[in-house]
């Protein structure tokens, strides 16, 4: 369990080590600390990113707007299982994720 940098150039070593995670047959969390004072990351609800079941990871690259010819920055764009979200801008902060395995929840009938 390695912590890796959250940042575009990273997106694609975090989406293999959530999919490594359910290639194991394991249900993917993920934890995403600030580097700089080693808190934990909230996300779009006030809570803390700690060993939250992930649902999606995206991003956009940094791009000008042909019509306005602006920079756009570029992010990474979690989504949480509880529909939760947290959009890390490119170049903005210092943030790291761990990723770990647990098994997936039984179901009770």
Known sequence: MSSITVNIENYENINNALSNELKNNLMPYI???????????????GNEIFEKNIKNISFMPTYTDENTNELKTGYLLFTLSDGATLTVYEN??????????????????
């Open 92 to 109: 903005t902060v210092n943030y790291t994720c761990t990723i770990i395995g647990k098994p997936f929840p039984r179901k009770k009938f």
């Open 31 to 45: 934890t995403i600390v600030n580097a700089d004072d080693n808190t934990n990351v909230l996300d779009s609800n």
